[in-house]
């Protein structure tokens, strides 16, 4: 796997405490106060990265829908930016299994009626590689299972979404995949093959949507978040925080920013089959 190191300046802050001047790691407040009124949809936002993309994001002043299949899990994650001191009144939780058709379409349908637009989805949902038993002793209902959760669920999402998102003239899009996708992992084949799928899917995506609506800024990405202490991995010793920064970093970009990309957590730009690693500074503008 090819890397560049392009986007300077990402700090990996993992204490969201103070926030007014660290702003969770992304170095411009321009850029951080682009953020503000904003609509975004973040899935499996009760726990882990999902929870910590989704504080950030109304620490930033921005509407927030969060969804989740446990809605104690979301009730924790709106607690736990109230215990910031964050605004959480922008903050709607919505109970919701984004394996589901129908339970996509009525969270769209609950954003459009109440906010009537939508800046960006974040994809957090997954299902760990505890869910398998290697490519020799899984059952097709594990394949099926991780496959739906992990890749069919985002496409689903950002195919009932988009519509909505055209009205904002951007359509952003950031899915967590993991280094997994890169990877040959034997025991968890199915994770790996389910991230690298993701990968691919994005990319396709991408092309897609802006060849079919050339007059969108169509931007969809992906972000490996490494790892952190999450439902997932309970012993790692980082916060799920360090992610935020790039997040912000793609979410706060202007137009023509990267689509069909892959970026690291800590500022490296990834490549990925075709695609090569994005060859500018996520913070271009600011540097001029």
Not at 63 to 70: E, M
Request: glycine share 8%; aromatic share 10%.
């Amino acid at each position: 796997m090819k890397w560049l190191s392009v986007t300077k300046g990402i700090v990996q802050i993992s204490d969201p405490s103070g926030f007014q001047e660290h702003r969770f790691g992304l170095p411009y407040q321009s850029r951080w106060e682009t953020l503000k009124g904003k609509v975004f949809l973040v899935t499996g936002a009760g726990t882990g990265y999902g929870r910590a993309i989704s504080v950030s994001l109304a620490a930033a002043g921005a509407y927030v829908y969060i969804v989740g299949r446990r809605i104690e899990k979301l009730s924790e994650s709106v607690s736990e930016a109230s215990q910031y001191n964050i605004n959480t009144e922008n903050i709607y939780s919505i109970s919701a299994d984004m394996s589901v058709e129908s339970d996509i379409q009525s969270v769209i349908a609950v954003i459009a009626q109440r906010s009537g637009k939508l800046d960006g989805v974040v994809g957090c949902s997954a299902i760990s590689p505890e869910h398998q038993n290697g490519f020799e002793h899984s059952t097709i209902d594990q394949w099926n299972t991780i496959m739906s959760v992990n890749v069919q669920s985002h496409w689903l999402i950002l195919k009932e979404a988009f519509p909505l998102m055209q009205t904002s003239g951007f359509a952003k899009s950031i899915w967590f995949s993991s280094g997994a996708g890169w990877a040959f992992t034997p025991g968890i084949g199915l994770y790996n093959l389910s991230k690298a799928t993701l990968n691919a899917a994005c990319g396709s995506m991408a092309a897609e949507y802006a060849q079919n609506h050339p007059t969108i800024d169509i931007q969809f990405n992906i972000l490996d978040p490494w790892e952190a202490k999450t439902e997932m991995n309970t012993e790692s010793p980082y916060s799920p925080y360090t992610a935020c920064a790039m997040t912000l970093a793609l979410l706060s970009h202007g137009e023509d920013g990267p689509n069909g990309r892959y970026f690291h957590r800590d500022g490296r730009h990834l490549e990925f089959l075709e695609a090569d690693p994005y060859e500018k500074s996520l913070f271009a503008r600011e540097l001029c």
